[in-house]
């Protein structure tokens, strides 16, 4: 049997803290991609070659042709698209994987524009006051038509917000309030950036 791999936790821990930090919600992959690639490029003579779909594959040449094995793992996320621009300016999303909208209501999260920018926000109910809305707050189905962006700009209808650089189909990223204490790794996306941390630190 193939003795298990020395890994460097230190280098682990540290590799998967800046994935984490990389928003990648799918198919919007490209820059983890990039990423992943770049750190790889570092280490042992690999081979690298990418998917019609843009999944890096990475080769190693071993010892035995008769025997390969492949791992894998992913770096895309959940996450979100704009599906509108709210009358009031906002934005309303689509969800991008099985995302549980009660899991980020409050969250921050960035606006990903076609030309390459970054605009924050926060996702919320569009009636998040409970003192004006009352048991409505409670009541009200977390779903998409109830839920709106909020960006961090000064917008009051859809041409402001267009102004911005948004428009419906840019991605959105949600935060991944990544937390490092008593050697636990609290974070959302470990699923499966964790998997990848831990096949790029084998290797």
Same mark, same amino acid.
């Given at each position: 049997?193939?003795?298990?791999?020395?890994?460097?936790?230190?280098?682990?821990?540290?590799?998967?803290?800046?994935?984490?930090?990389?928003?990648?919600?799918?198919?919007?992959?490209?820059?983890?991609?990039?990423?992943?690639?770049?750190?790889?490029?570092?280490?042992?003579?690999?081979?690298?070659?990418?998917?019609?779909?843009?999944?890096?594959?990475?080769?190693?040449?071993?010892?035995?042709?008769?025997?390969?094995?492949?791992?894998?793992?992913?770096?895309?996320?959940?996450?979100?698209? !704009?599906?509108?621009? /709210?009358?009031?300016?906002?934005?309303?999303?689509? &969800?991008?994987?099985?995302? #549980?909208? +009660?899991?980020? %209501?409050?969250?921050?999260?960035?606006?990903?524009?076609?030309?390459?920018?970054?605009?924050?926000?926060?996702?919320?109910?569009?009636?998040?006051?409970?003192h004006?809305?009352?048991?409505? !707050?409670v009541?009200? /189905?977390?779903?998409?038509?109830?839920?709106?962006? &909020?960006l961090?700009?000064? #917008?009051? +209808?859809?041409? %402001?917000?267009?102004?911005?650089?948004?428009?419906?189909?840019?991605?959105?990223?949600?935060?991944?309030?990544?937390?490092?204490?008593?050697?636990?790794?609290?974070?959302?996306?470990?699923?499966?950036?964790?998997?990848v941390?831990?096949?790029?630190?084998?290797?």
């Open positions: 049997m193939m003795p298990l791999p020395n890994i460097d936790n230190d280098y682990l821990v540290d590799f998967l803290v800046r994935l984490l930090n990389t928003p990648s919600p799918t198919g919007f992959t490209e820059t983890a991609i990039a990423f992943v690639e770049k750190e790889l490029l570092q280490f042992k003579p690999l081979e690298f070659s990418r998917t019609r779909k843009g999944a890096l594959v990475v080769k190693w040449i071993g010892t035995n042709d008769a025997e390969p094995v492949a791992l894998t793992a992913h770096v895309d996320t959940l996450g979100a698209m !704009v599906k509108d621009i /709210k009358p009031n300016g906002r934005l309303q999303l689509s &969800r991008i994987g099985g995302l #549980v909208l +009660n899991g980020v %209501e409050t969250e921050g999260c960035w606006v990903h524009t076609s030309k390459g920018e970054k605009i924050r926000g926060s996702y919320m109910l569009n009636m998040s006051a409970a004006v809305y009352s048991s409505k !707050v009541e009200t /189905k977390r779903e998409e038509e109830a839920m709106e962006v &909020r961090d700009a000064r #917008v009051s +209808n859809p041409k %402001e917000t267009r102004e911005l650089g948004i428009e419906v189909g840019d991605f959105v990223s949600f935060d991944p309030r990544l937390e490092l204490t008593n050697g636990f790794i609290r974070s959302r996306f470990l699923d499966d950036k964790a998997c941390a831990a096949i790029v630190a084998a290797i």
